[in-house]
């Protein structure tokens, strides 16, 4: 077999071990009651459209809207990547990113958005504001949110 279909074979085999390894599912419902203000429902993974268990969504109990979900990228990710997240989180909301120190090699908030990026795994969340019952969340809540999936995703 000529090296670069193996190399090919390899990477992709690696990511998916290491999407595997920890699933898109990261928290339990009790994890989140202190962040969020309230319990969400168990997640449920779902399958991208090239067969990798890459998301999870959790429920709230029902309400209308609410939920979030969170994305653990099956691919290696590089910070131009994820740079390119945080842009078109901008232009989604209308508001610049906060980037929050502290937390995986880069991170950032913005409207109920999120993504944290550790080496070459990035982890995404959406609909963080519809999920919480106290709004908006804190920055010390975000913070908390996303140590908690860089340590669940390890």
Same mark, same amino acid.
């Given at each position: 077999?000529? &090296?670069?279909?193996? &190399? &090919?074979?390899?990477?992709?085999?690696? /990511?998916?071990?290491?999407?595997?390894?920890?699933?898109?599912?990261?928290?339990?419902?009790?994890?989140?009651?202190?962040?969020?203000?309230?319990?969400?429902?168990?997640?449920?993974?779902?399958?991208?459209?090239?067969?990798?268990? /890459?998301?999870?969504?959790?429920?709230?109990?029902?309400?209308?809207?609410?939920?979030?979900?969170?994305?653990?990228?099956?691919?290696?990710?590089?910070?131009?990547?994820?740079?390119?997240?945080?842009?078109?989180?901008?232009?989604?909301?209308?508001?610049?990113?906060?980037?929050?120190?502290?937390?995986?090699?880069?991170?950032?908030?913005?409207?109920?958005?999120? &993504?944290?990026?550790?080496?070459?795994?990035?982890?995404?969340?959406?609909?963080?504001?519809?999920?919480?019952?106290?709004?908006?969340?804190?920055?010390?809540?975000?913070?908390?949110?996303?140590?908690?999936?860089?340590?669940?995703?390890?």
């Amino acid at each position: 077999m000529p &090296a670069r279909p193996l &190399a &090919a074979i390899l990477i992709f085999a690696a /990511s998916q071990f290491a999407s595997a390894a920890s699933g898109p599912c990261l928290f339990q419902p009790e994890d989140l009651k202190a962040i969020l203000g309230a319990e969400p429902d168990p997640g449920k993974a779902y399958k991208d459209p090239m067969g990798n268990e /890459s998301l999870c969504t959790y429920g709230m109990g029902g309400k209308l809207g609410g939920g979030f979900t969170v994305r653990v990228n099956p691919r290696q990710v590089e910070k131009k990547d994820f740079d390119s997240v945080a842009k078109l989180a901008q232009t989604m909301s209308g508001k610049p990113p906060e980037m929050i120190a502290g937390v995986g090699d880069s991170a950032f908030y913005v409207s109920g958005r999120a &993504a944290v990026l550790v080496g070459s795994r990035m982890i995404e969340f959406t609909g963080m504001n519809a999920a919480t019952r106290k709004d908006p969340l804190t920055n010390e809540e975000i913070v908390k949110f996303l140590k908690l999936a860089v340590e669940r995703a390890k």
